[in-house]
């Protein structure tokens, strides 16, 4: 799947990784609970992150993230992790 910008994606198992030059940010797929939370959604300014079609948190545009960490902090299963 293509990423725009210099965006890279990469997965192994349930561990998505989505990372530029300057971001690299993790989410632990079976650690999101899905449906009902979008918590990480509503506290990203930038609307970097999203919710897909299975329930689970995305990033969509890497890209736009500011590294303000509050995705990571505001998560209660613990699933996203900024570098
Ligand atoms: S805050 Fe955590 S559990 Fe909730 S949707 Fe985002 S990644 Fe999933
Ligand atoms: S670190 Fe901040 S800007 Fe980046 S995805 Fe998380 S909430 Fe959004």
Redesign the pocket.
């Known amino acids: 799947m293509s990423e725009p910008g210099s965006a890279r994606r990469t997965a192994a198992g349930s561990l998505k990784t989505y990372a530029n030059d300057t971001v690299t ?1 993790a989410i632990r797929e079976d650690w999101c609970k899905a449906e009902g939370c979008e918590i ?1 959604v509503e ?4 609307k ?2 999203a919710i897909d079609d299975r329930g689970k948190a995305v ?1 969509v545009d890497i890209d736009s ?8 902090v505001m998560c209660p299963d613990f699933a ?1 992790t ?1 570098q």
Do not use: H, Q
């Not at 506290?43 to 930038?46: G, N, T």
């Not at 993230?65 to 990571?72: A, I």
């Open positions: 940010l990480c506290v990203c300014a930038p970097s992150l990033i993230c500011s590294k303000c960490l509050r995705c990571e996203i900024l």
